[in-house]
């Protein structure tokens, strides 16, 4: 069974720091690109950031300089940095992972998901 869970999430001030966490288990993902998505309260779930099973790294405008993505292939593990926080960051964030063919950024690109971890950002 296929599992991703989600850690690291909480609450932190504006310009602060998190650092989200997701291990997956029962497959290998070394083929497959591992992201990160993120879903506000009424709003669609949109994409943050992926790192594709060849190194190369994406990430949404909103977080361009803020935020890093990394993985570890052999521990089917990926993070996400996550500094300056802002207010709008606030979301549930959830890790994906799945082949893409070409669209990383959006939802339909991943076949697996997480729970979802929160992340919430004071002002």
């Known amino acids: 069974q296929v599992q991703l869970v989600e850690s690291g999430g909480g609450l932190v001030q504006a310009g602060g720091s998190l650092r989200l966490s997701c291990a997956a288990s029962g497959r290998t993902f070394v083929t497959y690109a591992m992201g990160w998505f993120r879903q506000a309260p009424g709003k669609e779930r949109t994409f943050v950031a992926t790192t594709m099973s060849g190194g190369s790294t994406y990430y949404a405008d909103s977080v361009k300089g803020r935020f890093s993505i990394s993985r570890d292939s052999a521990k089917n593990t990926v993070w996400l940095q996550m500094n300056s926080l802002k207010p709008e960051d606030t979301a549930v964030y959830y890790c994906?992972?799945?082949?893409?063919?070409?669209?990383?950024?959006?939802?339909?690109?991943?076949?697996?998901w997480g729970q979802g971890t929160q992340v919430t950002v004071s002002s």
């Open positions: 994906a992972a799945g082949i893409v063919d070409g669209i990383h950024d959006t939802p339909r690109g991943y076949d697996y």
